[in-house]
């Protein structure tokens, strides 16, 4: 398996745009989750999936961030309209059923700019 | 927040000498987890602690956890200058997602 993928791995865009992250978590993995990592703020946990159903939103920002999984190959995470502090570098990780060996395995990131 | 904080922030040494950084949490936990990360990259898997476990060892990491404190530390023995990177633990909450501390830096000198 070639691992958590993301797409794309940067992207620079205008304040007021809708910016959309992507990701395909490991085959077989059914938890998947999205994190934020600011210097100022560490890692956050915005929102996770388990089933491709959404468990656990309550770290999203704001109603302008959205997360979808329509399938358990593929998510999506969607800031519109974007803000310059949406800056961030963007994490999707994705971790087995075995609640025993919760072990998460994640992507390489999307580095987001907002000018 | 449920994030745990990890001490020191920053950490430098001399390549060959141990470091040590420690992590403090809030809440109960079934298991700990720590990561590294390398600049400009994903974070990596290094080693789970479950909850019953006091002590663990993989390689050249020493994980101890002291459920009664709230609190593990991540010893590595005989730094090489390729372990540089930040540090992060992670604990569970109620589900299966992950929160994770603030970091050590760890800076191994050749």
């Known amino acids: 398996d070639a691992g958590v993928i993301q797409s794309p791995r940067h992207e620079v865009t205008e304040m007021g745009q809708e910016v959309t992250l992507r990701c395909k978590p490991i085959?077989?993995?059914?938890?998947l989750f999205w994190y934020r990592q600011t210097m100022m703020r560490g890692l956050e946990l915005l929102i996770y999936?388990?089933?491709?159903?959404?468990?656990?939103d309550s770290g999203m920002p704001e109603d302008r961030f959205s997360a979808k999984m329509p399938n358990a190959s593929f998510s999506t995470l969607k800031i519109q309209p974007s803000e310059p502090r949406d800056s961030a570098v963007y994490f999707c990780?994705?971790?087995?059923?075995?609640?025993?060996?919760?072990?998460?395995?994640f992507g390489q990131g999307t580095r987001l700019t907002v000018v | 927040s449920q994030q745990g904080e990890e001490d020191p922030q920053a950490l430098s040494i001399q390549e060959g000498e141990n470091a040590t950084m420690n992590c403090s949490y809030k809440?109960?936990?079934?298991?700990l987890q720590w990561y590294r990360q390398n600049s400009g990259r994903g974070l990596v898997h290094l080693i789970l602690?479950?909850?019953?476990?006091r002590e663990k060892h993989s390689g050249r990491l020493r994980v101890t956890l002291d459920t009664s404190k709230k609190s593990s530390s991540l010893l590595i023995t005989a730094s090489r200058a390729a372990d540089t990177a930040s540090y992060f633990c992670?604990?569970?909450?109620?589900?299966?997602?992950?929160?994770f501390g603030t970091g050590t830096s760890l800076t191994v000198i050749p």
């Open positions: 809440t109960s936990i079934n298991n």
């Open positions: 085959s077989g993995h059914d938890y």
């Open positions: 602690i479950r909850s019953n476990e």
């Open positions: 990780a994705s971790s087995p059923p075995d609640r025993e060996n919760t072990e998460a395995f």
């Open positions: 999936f388990n089933n491709n159903v959404p468990i656990d």
């Open positions: 992670a604990t569970g909450g109620t589900g299966n997602q992950f929160y």
